[in-house]
């Protein structure tokens, strides 16, 4: 059983899945934006297997009281924000790659996700989400009978 196709909906338009356009903007990005401009989401890897399924985030520089997970219905939605923590925020930077500010990911899940079994953990910079599957939403074999 395949669910992977529906955890992929995103919650931002501009976010879409299979953009074709999206890595285009990026090749150009030259990184000289003023840093409000930016935009910033983590990346996150989603997948499934051994009766569960998992979602990977990568958020490096985020303390763990900023970031929340919840669970609503069909929907997993991480929310959280890596603030701004530089030595001297009145620096003239030249240039200023870093991405800052809060951020929303939304996935659809499958309705035979166990909720009660949900749970997070946050370690080396990876918000890891396991959502295991109820025991009768997994794959079993049907013995054929012959007469």
């Known amino acids: ?5 529906s955890i992929f909906r995103r919650e931002s338009p501009s976010m879409t899945w299979a953009d074709p356009f999206r890595l285009f903007d990026e090749l150009l990005e030259d990184g000289s934006r003023a840093p409000a401009e930016r935009v910033w989401w983590p990346a996150a890897d989603a997948f499934e297997g051994d009766g569960k399924l998992v979602v990977r985030l990568e ?3 985020i303390e763990k009281g900023d970031v929340d997970v919840k669970l609503d219905g069909n929907v997993l939605t991480v929310r959280g924000q890596r603030r701004l923590d530089f030595e ?3 620096a003239n930077y030249h240039r200023l ?3 800052y500010g ?14 009660d079994k949900v749970a997070a953990e946050y370690k080396d910079g990876i918000l890891t989400v396991t959502l295991p599957l109820k ?4 794959p079993r074999a049907i013995p054929v009978r012959a007469e």
Do not use: W
């Open 59 to 61: 958020v490096p520089g």
């Open 97 to 99: 790659e870093s991405s």
């Open 102 to 115: 809060a951020f929303t990911r939304s996935f659809t899940v499958p309705e035979t996700v166990d909720r």
């Open 1 to 5: 059983m395949n669910l992977l196709p």
């Open 135 to 138: 025991p009768e939403a997994q």
């Open 88 to 90: 001297d925020k009145r």
